[in-house]
């Protein structure tokens, strides 16, 4: 049961009621089934409605960060998936491994993410990919090395653009961490208390 009152369209303000449309629009028909049983948005994005001007900026982020980068689809999703395990974000690694699978990530990596293993990579690109993103987030520093893997592999530009995607998936999954929300009816969670 998460801890944030699940809001649906009717009840909202004119803020958002906008913020709510373009969710919507921006991600209806994509990935996942947006809305709940009780007609809430799901994942982060009713947290987001909860507060319209920041939920405006993020989702205006999150796009940006997962469809408009320089970084391959399948390289995001490595990096996505490796917050989501380690914040052992439900909803997040939930909603986030289907779409690495389908994007080509092996299902052996998300295994061991799920299990806590390190991942043994059929791609050099995943393997430096998931080596920055583990570093930043269990290290707060990257070594020498493992950065100048992944510049030679983004450039700068892609280096700055993994440093903001991981951010900005640590807060999201801080945001589904801290109201506890729950994956869709009947799915099993990767991390049981």
Request: aromatic share 8%.
């Amino acid at each position: 049961m998460t801890r944030l009152r699940s809001i649906n369209r009717a009840e909202l303000s004119g803020d958002q009621t906008e913020l709510w449309d373009t969710i919507i629009d921006s991600r209806g028909g994509g990935d996942l089934e947006l809305l709940n049983e009780e007609g809430g948005l799901v994942g982060p994005f009713n947290a987001f409605v909860h507060s319209p001007k920041i939920g405006k900026r993020l989702t205006s982020l999150g796009g940006l960060l997962r469809f408009r980068t320089t970084i391959e689809r399948r390289l995001s999703e490595v990096a996505i998936c490796t917050v989501g395990a380690h914040w052992h974000s439900e909803f997040e690694f939930w909603a986030h491994a289907p779409m690495a699978l389908e994007h080509g990530v092996a299902a052996s990596v998300i295994d061991a993410l799920r299990e806590g293993r390190p991942p043994e990579f059929e791609h050099d690109d995943e393997r430096v990919v998931h080596a920055v993103t583990s570093q930043l987030l269990n290290n707060r520093r990257v070594a020498a090395a493992t950065f100048s893997e992944g510049e030679a592999l983004l450039g700068e530009t892609g280096m700055v653009e993994l440093a903001a995607l991981v951010g900005y998936y640590c807060l999201i999954s801080m945001v589904l961490n801290l109201f506890e929300v729950p994956l869709a009816p009947g799915e099993t969670p990767a991390w049981p208390n």
